[in-house]
């Protein structure tokens, strides 16, 4: 009776429990991701989330759970969106958190947002000028997917 009860707990755990891995994550996305941060020494993580809040790739510190994350950054970009529409009726590109440990930028790629995460000393000018045009990158190959 003990097997049976232990075998019948398992397979109800398996079926109540929701599994936390999600898709293989895109080769070329990673890529861009390990690319910026070798380019720009600062960045302590870059994370690609979808605008509902699904993880899609990411590349954070150990102590930044990424699925939170990505949860964060898409109700910050659709706030976002919806302010900068307020005020001048127009799209959203950026938004840069300064915080006292760093900067969070979050940048609209299309369907996706890049998230970068970087130290309180690195220059936001130069992380804009390499961040931009991954985001690019992002949104137009996700979009050919």
């Known amino acids: 009776m003990t097997a049976r009860r232990t075998r019948l707990g398992e397979l109800m755990g398996r079926l109540t429990k929701v599994g936390m ?4 994550p895109n080769a070329m996305v990673m890529a861009q991701l390990h690319a910026l941060r070798a380019r720009v020494p600062q960045l302590t ?3 690609v989330a979808s605008n509902d809040g699904l993880l899609v790739a990411h590349d954070l510190p150990p102590g930044v759970e990424p699925s939170t994350m990505a949860a964060m950054a898409a109700a910050h970009l659709a706030l976002s969106h919806r302010l900068a529409a307020a005020a001048f009726d127009g799209g959203f590109h950026e938004v840069v958190v300064r915080g006292v440990g760093g900067h ?3 940048y609209a790629a299309g369907w996706t947002s890049l998230t970068v995460l970087a130290d309180a000393e690195a220059n936001v000018g130069r992380l804009h000028l390499e961040s931009r045009p991954v985001a690019r990158a992002i949104a137009d190959h996700l979009a050919a997917d």
């Not at 891995?21 to 293989?24: A, I, Q, R």
């Open 45 to 47: 993580g870059t994370l």
């Open 21 to 24: 891995s999600g898709p293989e």
């Open 104 to 106: 969070v930028v979050i």
